[in-house]
């Protein structure tokens, strides 16, 4: 045959990709598949200004949509056209196209081969009915190797019709989900085909469907053999073989090949995918074990933050009281108390810094009892302990607590926890930012307890805001965060009877606003 397809049933859609091809089709002068110049402007100015062209879909001059169509029907990631002039005289075009990039070219590069595709153009235009195509594979080959390219086509000029006719299509490509063909690969629905029966047609019957009329036409084919692609009763895929040469009728040894080689290439595919699947799986588990050591490693640093805070409770406790039985004995006039008040401001903020750490720590008996708690005391608890972290790295702060109480019942400790990991993540975003900033809001609206934690750093990706409260997923690099601050937020704002939301914007800013049930029970 002249060309191999091989497709992949895409999940969800239902619907046929093309995964490889391969293609050996090779025609005489005056037969093969003609193409207006008007249709492929990339192909006539080349021709015209005499001048090559390396083209990709995303780059494209006005008026050449046409080419960024051809390409993507293709499945091309890039297309180098070479203008054929052996003797100053247009000839032709020889077309390069590759799945993904084309190397750098040069003089020597174009040149070689250039010289290539003239020779097939001449063979093209010296065969004999029924002489082999076989040399102009040859060459064609010698293209492929010294570009690069996935695939090549040799179309030559005719002036006086203004047309361009197809002489040779040679290569072999394979796609990545990313990057398929457009083309119609399939004449019916995978579903509507028997598991035994493969389906062959002949352009000499006169009673084809539209589609498979269609089908024939892409392909300039002569004659069509379609083989579902399917693995322990599973359907994969489809396979179709196309000839251009002749309407010929495929016969029950040839069919019988096809179907042997067929299902061994379902094989090959279904045991590729389980073996990518657990390959995905073991990714995912070392990823996780990594995430549950370093969840396990910061629960030990905090239990030694809790352990440090208390023995050092002791010594500032000496600390201040000493401090105020001088500033009791000493006058204010004296020069040394300003120094001795000094010490016991310093001591009574190392010691609420301790206290913080170690309520903060303190788990609580295992019915985790609510309790009357006021929101804004709780916010300001956290950010004792987090403005000098945070303004450190010339951070803005902006705090607005609402004047009144807002009172909830939650256990305590909790909400602590979801305002630390908010700024935290906050001062995160906005690092290296200019004129970065952090703001913190508590107010009443609409009878329920609202706060915002926002930031002007470089906010969420849309595909990212959805997994953001997946437990062990995060965004930032190995050995800086775990993947569970935002999972915990959301875990203790659901148990109280709350919610959480997130607005971003890519470079703009985050915001997180957390809506919580009031209470007015004095309980």
């Known amino acids: 045959v002249s060309g191999c397809l091989i497709s992949e049933l895409i999940p969800g859609i239902e619907d046929l990709r093309v995964m490889a091809s391969a293609v050996r089709a090779g025609w005489r002068l005056n037969q093969g598949p003609e193409l207006d110049l008007a249709e492929r402007p990339i192909l006539a100015s080349a021709l015209d200004q005499n001048v090559y062209y390396l083209i990709s879909p995303e780059e494209m001059k006005p008026g050449w949509e046409s080419e960024r169509a051809y390409i993507a029907w293709h499945g091309a990631g890039q297309a180098l056209v070479l203008p054929l002039r052996p003797s100053g005289q247009a000839i032709g075009v020889l077309e390069l196209n590759y799945v993904g990039s084309a190397p750098e070219t040069d003089t020597d590069f174009r040149r070689k081969a250039r010289t290539l595709a003239v020779e097939i153009a001449a063979m093209a235009a010296d065969r004999k009915v029924g002489a082999s195509a076989e040399p102009s594979f040859a060459l064609a080959n010698k293209i492929l190797a010294g570009t690069g390219a996935d695939w090549c086509t040799v179309w030559l000029l005719n002036n006086e019709q203004n047309t361009l006719t197809r002489v040779l299509d040679c290569g072999h490509a394979v796609w990545s989900e990313d990057l398929r063909p457009q083309y119609p690969i399939f004449p019916v629905k995978l579903d509507k085909m028997p598991d035994e029966s493969p389906l062959a047609y002949t352009a000499r019957d006169e009673r084809l469907p539209s589609l498979v009329r269609k089908v024939f036409t892409s392909y300039d084919a002569e004659a069509i053999l379609c083989v579902k692609l399917a693995a322990k009763g599973k359907p994969l895929g489809a396979v179709l073989l196309y000839d251009v040469r002749e309407p010929r009728h495929f016969s029950p040894q040839e ?30 588990l070392k990823a996780t074990q990594i995430r549950l050591v370093q969840a396990a490693r910061l629960s030990a640093i905090g239990e030694l933050a809790a352990v440090v805070a208390h023995q050092i409770d002791n010594p500032l406790t000496a600390v201040l009281g000493n401090a105020e039985l001088i500033m009791q004995d000493m006058p204010e006039s004296d020069p040394f108390f300003e120094s001795v008040a000094t010490i016991h401001r310093a001591g009574k903020r190392a010691h609420a810094v301790g206290s913080r750490l170690l309520s903060m720590a303190r788990q609580g008996d295992d019915s985790n009892e609510a309790a009357r708690l006021d929101v804004n005391a709780t916010i300001a608890a956290v950010l004792e302990l987090v403005t000098a972290y945070i303004q450190r790295d010339r951070v803005n702060l902006q705090v607005e607590l609402s004047e009144s109480a807002l009172w909830m019942a939650a256990p305590p400790g909790q909400l602590e926890d979801v305002w630390l990991n908010l700024l935290l993540n906050a001062r995160y975003a906005v690092l290296g930012i200019p004129n970065a900033t952090i703001g913190v809001r508590s107010e009443r609206l609409n009878g329920r307890i609202s706060v915002s934690v926002w930031d002007n750093g470089r906010g969420i990706s849309a595909e990212h805001q959805a997994r953001i409260f997946e437990a062990f997923f995060t965004t930032k690099p ?21 919610s959480l939301a997130v607005q971003s914007v890519p470079e703009t800013g985050t915001r997180f606003t957390i809506t919580l049930p009031p209470t007015t029970s004095a309980g």
């Open 255 to 284: 069919i019988s090949l096809v179907q042997a080689m067929v299902a061994q290439a379902a094989t090959a595919i279904e045991n590729a995918r389980l073996f990518s699947d657990l390959g995905d799986s073991l990714t995912l």
């Open 478 to 498: 190995m050995g800086e965060g775990t993947g569970l601050g935002l999972y915990i937020c959301k875990q203790v704002i659901d148990g109280v009877g709350g």
